[in-house]
Each structure stands twice: as C-alpha cells, then as structure tokens.
C-alpha cells in the first residue's frame, strides 16, 4: 500500500506562483512514474505532467514552459512547481503513483483573474 498526500495548494493571483508536494508512504516510490492531474468539478480529470524513475518528464501543451515537475526519491516525495498561473488552471491537483494505481486525495487550486 501507498499513501500519498499533497500539499501546497491555495489561492493566487494570475501571474503567480505555487509550489506543490506530494509526499508517499507506505513504499518506496523509487521505481515508479509519478504524475500530477487534475480536475474541474464536472470535467474529466487532466494529465498535467509525469516523471520517470529516471527524471524523464513530460507535460500538457498548456503547462510547458510554466509548470515543472520533479522528484526526490530520498525523500519520497514529487513536486509541482506552478508559475505564471493562468484562472484556466484552477482545478483539485492529485498526486498519482503508476504502480498500483495509487491517488492522493487532492489539493485544491484557485488562480484569480
């Protein structure tokens, strides 16, 4: 079993930055994609980014050159950095682990106009 909570989500400003962790539990997350989704209430839930065990990243058109994701695996822990937010971002971001299917439980992000 893995357990995997984020944090670091909040209300902004368009333009600004947040910064996102998402810390596991339970196993090791070394060997696994780690990837970062997200959802508007009543839309289907969004790939935003991934990245391999091996530091391999890859993003939605609409967050390349703006969002950064990458891992640190001695501390068990993957990181959304979110700049230049946009209000089209705002949406529930979860944290998400490939091997067994695992999802954290969400943090909510709110970028206004």
């Known amino acids: 079993q893995v357990q995997l909570v984020e944090s670091g989500g909040g209300l902004v400003q368009a333009g600004g930055s947040l910064r996102l962790s998402c810390v596991a539990s339970?196993?090791?997350?070394?060997?696994?994609?780690m990837g970062w989704y997200r959802q508007v209430q009543g839309k289907q839930r969004e790939l935003v980014a991934t990245?391999?065990?091996?530091?391999?990243?890859n993003y939605v058109d609409s967050v390349k050159g703006r969002f950064t994701v990458s891992r640190d695996n001695a501390k068990n822990t993957v990181y959304l950095q979110m700049n230049s937010l946009k209000p089209e971002d705002t949406a529930v971001y979860y944290c998400w682990h490939n091997i067994g299917n695992y999802w954290g439980q969400g943090t909510q992000v709110t970028v206004s106009s």
């Open positions: 990245i391999t065990p091996g530091g391999n990243t």
């Open positions: 339970g196993r090791s997350i070394s060997f696994g994609t």
